[in-house]
């Protein structure tokens, strides 16, 4: 089984390695994650973002191309091939001001584009193994404000107006909320129980 990870922090994978000044939770989660991953004998494939440079701006060219159904770029052609082999795919992120960072938002408009990975008049994804997905974040608003208070936008975003609308059914999202307040020791626990 293929599992394709999409990470999007700025300090990149390497923030696992509790270096201060330069560490993620998220980043220790993704080697727990990976870990997990190849124990289960699942060939991993990781797209760290911001190691890789990916620009999430839609230029004029790209939306040119994108309209016709073109990758955007030979990185983007690259990241919808490796979609397309997947069998499992995680996008693991930080939630900023209560939605995902420009990296991921841009991974979604300008990889996961009509014409190559769904079709624009059925609406249907092209991802034929029907992969699972599972949304991995990170976030300082409490769970019950960001559900209650906020409306959970992410969800609204994400599962209704991405995945359920083409089709993808499969999904499951793991939040951490307020981390940042937790203790050394807690967030050793959460670490050590969690699982994909």
Not at 97 to 121: H, I, N, S
Request: charged share 20%.
């Amino acid at each position: 089984m293929k599992t394709v990870i999409i990470f999007d922090h700025p300090y990149t994978a390497t923030a696992g390695n509790n270096v201060p000044h330069h560490r993620s939770f998220l980043a220790a989660l993704l080697q727990r994650v990976m870990t997990q991953q190849r124990q289960a004998h699942n060939d991993v494939d990781l797209i760290d973002l911001h190691a890789d440079g990916f620009n999430p701006v839609m230029s004029a060219e790209d939306l040119s191309n994108w309209r016709r159904g073109r990758a955007t770029d030979p990185q983007v052609a690259d990241y919808q091939q490796r979609l397309f082999n997947a069998d499992r795919i995680i996008f693991m992120f930080p939630v900023w001001w209560e939605v995902m960072p420009a990296m991921t938002k841009g991974f979604l408009d300008k990889v996961y584009a009509k014409g190559q990975l769904y079709d624009a008049q059925t609406m249907k994804t092209k991802l034929t193994k029907q992969p699972r997905i599972d949304i991995i974040t990170t976030m300082g608003t409490p769970n019950l404000a960001y559900r209650l208070l906020f409306g959970a936008p992410l969800a609204k975003l994400l599962f209704r107006g991405t995945f359920l609308k083409t089709r993808l059914w499969h999904f499951k999202w793991h939040n951490f909320a307020q981390v940042e307040k937790k203790s050394l020791q807690q967030r050793e626990q959460l670490l050590q129980k969690f699982s994909v």
